[in-house]
């Protein structure tokens, strides 16, 4: 889903601002463009560009507004993006916030709604231009930075005020030197980070006028290893939808019919050499599974696209090294804000290959430093008692590699079984083992790594799984502290007409309701 202002803007609101910094508020000469990149009906994807007309360099700078009930921004790239309500922040990256006289850096955003931003400020002053004013005095810089509690995804943060010649308006929040959330009053929560991870934060203060203090102390903290929380885990329950067939569910009815929030969409793959698209032919934006994701979120739900799957012109055997798979992940992430990717390694191309394996794993490490918070996860095939060879090698590569998956998947099916619950348990029982071998880790948290994506009705190998079977999958996966459940597919959640017993891609061969497995699965 993309966000588009654009439909609602005059030609001037086009120009959206004029913005401007401490350096160059007198001239008026900072502006920010908004154009529209791409329009769907239900979203839109917009670009601003920051460009310097005026007399002096900026070094930073950093754009708020409001945008109505009813529109929200999701994600953005090339900028920091923070929300507090309906009031949002741009503020720049590391690498772009510099920009010399007639310079200019672009901002992508994407979301949905078709509102358009008001109250918009750059620094403090209006985006129309003209500055905010003669105050060129910065706050004082913030002290006493400290961190006041950790949990495996948040650290908590406070620190003493800064003070000012006219008054302190608010605070950034730094993580590993990129602004992780903005504050009004001397605390914060820094969330969506990695379990058992260092971090780096310190503080700095802003002013009306724009003007920023020096940086506070440096603190660092460590998150919990996950699953380590009292009380809590991190559970996803995300069945396959796949919207390549020619009558795909609505997600909107399987939502409200279900109660289910998540569906790990299928499947990311070649166009051509390193480039990535659904199915390797439909685009990431204006197309069927763009309209769906937006479609699931504004129903409150979210997505987790899987890259691979058993057929098709794979990524990691095109792309030539992991910094160019890790590139094509990342034109995905970008385009959706995704919060988690799963790798779907299952066949020989991929799986079998230890150089494509070795690939993948060093380019979802990338992922996870690029995107912190986000949630790897691969999933690949096994035997009814856990990982084969190439499975266990997964393993043991994530951690020689430090690749920080979070949750490894095992697809118990179509290896040949006569109880497909039994055999599930064992070969989840059977990861759990290799996790805690590999890793030093307590049997809680080895499951806490452990996913299960199993298949609905009948398999590729003619194998059952009832509705009844998978509701005891589920029992004993919440029961145990699994990290993920998902099945193939809510497309085929659905008995055949007439009572079918075949395999289909578009019913389960058994007897059962509509969307049965789905609302099993919600559960989770």
């Known amino acids: 889903m993309r966000l588009r202002f654009g439909a609602l803007l005059t030609a001037s609101a086009l ?100 509102g358009a931003p008001g109250n918009c400020t750059v620094n403090g002053g209006s985006c129309a231009g003209g500055g905010s004013g003669g105050d060129t005095t910065a706050p004082s810089a913030p002290t006493g930075l400290r961190a006041t509690g950790t949990t495996k995804d948040s650290v908590s943060l406070n620190w003493t005020a800064s003070t000012d010649n006219v008054g302190v308006t608010g605070y950034d929040v730094y993580r590993d030197g990129s602004v992780a959330t903005t504050a009004t009053g001397t605390s914060a929560t820094v969330s969506g980070l990695s379990g058992g991870t260092a971090y780096a934060f310190t503080v700095r203060a802003r002013d009306a006028a724009g003007n920023t203090s020096g940086s506070s102390n440096q603190v660092s903290a460590t998150t919990l290893p996950g699953g380590t929380d009292p009380g809590t885990g991190s559970r996803t329950a995300a069945p396959y939808l796949y919207m390549g067939w020619g009558s795909p569910p609505s997600p909107t009815a399987v939502m409200q019919a279900t109660g289910v929030k998540w569906f790990t969409m299928a499947f990311v793959l070649s166009s051509g050499g390193c480039t990535p698209a659904w199915d390797g032919s439909r685009p990431l934006s ?50 959706y804000g995704l919060k988690a990717i799963d790798i779907d390694i299952e066949n020989s191309d991929e799986f079998e290959n230890e150089t494509v394996q070795d690939r993948i794993l060093s380019a979802l490490k990338i992922v996870k430093r690029n995107n912190p918070g986000i949630q790897t996860i691969v999933t690949f095939g096994t035997t009814t008692t856990g990982p084969n060879y190439y499975g266990g090698r997964l393993v043991d590569r994530a951690k020689a590699l430090d690749a920080g998956i979070d949750v490894f998947t095992i697809m118990p099916f179509d290896f040949g079984s006569s109880n497909v619950q039994t055999d599930t348990v064992n070969a989840a029982t059977g990861l759990k083992n290799k996790l805690k071998t590999t890793f030093g880790w307590s049997d809680a948290v080895a499951f806490n790594h452990v996913g299960i994506s199993g298949m609905n009705g009948v398999s590729d190998q003619r194998e059952i799984t009832t509705a009844t079977a998978w509701t005891g999958i589920r029992d004993w996966s919440r029961s145990n502290g699994l990290g993920r459940l998902a099945f193939w597919s809510v497309n085929r959640d659905r008995a055949c007409p007439g009572g079918g017993s075949e395999l289909s891609a578009s019913c389960s061969g058994i007897v059962q309701n509509d969307w049965d497995f789905t609302r099993i699965t919600a559960g989770f």
């Open 15 to 114: 120009a959206l601002a004029s913005l401007t910094s401490p350096a160059a508020s007198a001239a008026g000469g900072v502006t920010a463009t908004f154009v529209k990149t791409s329009d769907w009906g239900s979203g839109f994807e917009g670009r601003f560009t920051v460009a310097n007309g005026g007399s002096s360099a900026l070094t930073s700078w950093r754009v708020e507004f409001d945008l109505p009930s009813g529109t929200a921004i999701s994600s953005a790239w090339d900028a920091t993006l923070t929300r507090s309500g309906d009031h949002y922040v741009l503020v720049n990256k590391s690498y772009n916030g510099e920009l010399g006289v007639g310079a200019s850096a672009a901002v992508g955003v994407i979301g949905t709604g078709s």
């Open 286 to 335: 204006g197309g069927v599974d763009a309209a769906a994701i937006a479609e699931i979120r504004r129903n409150g739900g979210d997505v987790v696209p899987s890259f691979g799957g058993w057929s098709g012109n794979k990524l990691g055997p095109n792309c030539s090294t992991p910094e160019a798979l890790a590139g094509a992940y990342q034109q995905v992430i970008s385009a």
